[in-house]
């Protein structure tokens, strides 16, 4: 249990920043999960658009520290990638 004062205000600044990256990872999970689900109806235009609204988003956790930067790059890529491939599929 922290004794000092600066290691207690430490205790709440920490509750109060995991609420904020719990919500903002949530936000970006939710822009995925578009993205995701348009892929898997094969709805091309859905998926671009989705695409092109969670990509800043992913970036944003980056910058916010809540996503590795790798992390980010891998998700954006393979979504990318899913939305190219029914591209192909639907010429």
Known sequence: ???H?????????NLARAE???SRMSRIRTF?????????????D????ALRQAQPQIMRGVTKGVLHKNT??????RLA???KKISIKAV
């Not at 004062?5 to 600044?13: E, F, G, L, P, Y």
């Not at 995925?32 to 091309?44: H, L, P, R």
């Open 1 to 3: 249990m922290a004794n």
């Open 5 to 13: 004062k600066s290691a207690k205000k430490r205790i709440r600044r």
């Open 20 to 22: 904020i990256n719990k």
């Open 32 to 44: 995925i999960k578009k993205v995701e689900s348009a892929i898997g109806a094969g709805d091309i």
């Open 46 to 49: 859905n998926a671009r658009v």
């Open 72 to 77: 980010a790059s891998r998700k954006m890529s």
């Open 81 to 83: 990638a899913g939305v």
